[in-house]
């Protein structure tokens, strides 16, 4: 049983680099989520996706973007990264009783 | 501004005793509360929820109590076990799910 998987696990990237953060599941959930973990500030919504084709932003969203093209993936894209962006990085859906699941974390780091 | 707030970074209890997370929130309008479970290298996982019409539930040695007049909920563990260390977020929904910084806890054998 999968549930949600992330790739990659870790990465470094020089400021100014694009990067795709991937995520997918395997449960079928029409509600998607990214989310970043930062000490002393817990996690935060960056962009959602409520169903296949629409997204939304979250309370932290400038400088990522998301696409859902399909129900199972829901990448996140960093245009051109900044030391700010160093964080780790959850994908997480949700079902209908709106409990999250969420996959094991990208750790970021931007130099 | 935080709507959800978990002042206490941290909290270290024997084994065996009670341990309590506590978790305030500002927005009156969340109706969903929950608590997730953190181990290092691994997601958030669910631990146990509590809708806005009840003040109490259960699950095992997981009791979530809520306050609504006090916006206030907590989470207690008896009896606690090593194996509880993590740290734990606290989470309130509108609609749109809100986490605390969460509170690590470790429970000393």
């Known amino acids: 049983i999968a549930g949600i998987t992330q790739a990659p696990t870790s990465q470094i990237l020089a400021a100014g680099r694009r990067m795709t953060l991937r995520c997918t599941q395997d449960m079928r959930h029409n509600a998607m989520y990214w989310y970043r973990q930062d000490l002393g500030l817990g996690l935060r919504l960056i962009h959602y996706s409520n169903t296949a084709g629409t997204t939304g932003k979250g309370e932290v969203p400038d400088g990522y973007s998301v696409s859902r093209a399909n129900t199972d993936d829901f990448p996140l894209t960093l245009a051109s990264a900044v030391p700010s962006q160093t964080s780790v990085y959850f994908c997480?859906?949700?079902?209908?009783?709106?409990?999250?699941?969420f996959g094991s974390g990208t750790q970021l780091s931007v130099l | 501004d935080q709507q959800v707030k978990q002042n206490s970074p941290s909290l270290s209890v024997q084994e065996g005793r009670i341990s309590i997370l506590n978790c305030d929130y500002t927005n009156s309008m969340f109706d969903y509360f929950l608590w997730y479970k953190k181990y290092p290298a691994e997601g958030p996982t669910f631990l146990i929820s509590?809708?806005?019409?009840?003040d109490k539930n259960e699950d095992g040695r997981f009791t979530v109590f809520l306050n609504k007049s006090a916006k206030h909920l907590s989470l207690h563990i008896v009896p606690s076990q090593p194996g509880d260390s993590a740290v734990y977020f606290c989470a309130a929904s509108d609609g749109d799910m809100r986490f605390g910084a969460g509170t690590r806890l470790t429970v000393k054998p």
């Open positions: 997480a859906s949700s079902d209908s009783g709106g409990k999250l699941f």
């Open positions: 509590i809708s806005s019409i009840k």
